[in-house]
């Protein structure tokens, strides 16, 4: 059985960092495209940052540019979440996410091309 845990999330003040890590059992991910989303209460999931089953390509939302990296452990079959200069508007649950499918390049933004995810880590940014 797949799972995907989260940690890392917590706390902390504007423009404080928190870096977010992603732990995948069940089977390999090195070939898988891969993402982080978040959602505040009342809103819809959204993407955040992505890297691609090769690993040589990565997305990043518009709102965190510049202020978030994406990477990936291969051989720890893990994604982490680099976040700095942390915004109170970043406050949401965090999601890791996982396609299913072997894939090189895309990077995917859609919730609904991941079929995999994790439960979770709450980051809370106060200003």
């Known amino acids: 059985q797949v799972h995907l845990v989260e940690s890392g999330g917590g706390l902390v003040q504007a423009g404080d960092s928190l870096r977010l890590s992603c732990a995948a059992s069940g089977r390999t991910f090195s070939s898988n495209a891969m993402a982080w989303f978040r959602q505040a209460p009342g809103k819809a999931r959204e993407f955040v940052a992505g890297?691609?089953?090769?690993?040589?390509?990565?997305d990043y939302a518009d709102f965190v540019k510049g202020r978030f990296t994406i990477s990936r452990d291969k051989a720890k079959n893990m994604v982490a979440l680099q976040m700095n200069s942390l915004k109170p508007e970043d406050t949401a649950v965090y999601y890791c996410?996982?396609?299913?499918?072997?894939?090189?390049?895309?990077?995917?933004?859609?919730?609904?091309?991941?079929?995999?995810w994790g439960q979770g880590t709450q980051v809370t940014v106060s200003s």
């Open positions: 890297v691609s089953g090769s690993a040589s390509r990565t």
């Open positions: 996410a996982a396609d299913r499918v072997t894939t090189i390049e895309p990077v995917y933004m859609s919730p609904a091309d991941y079929d995999y």
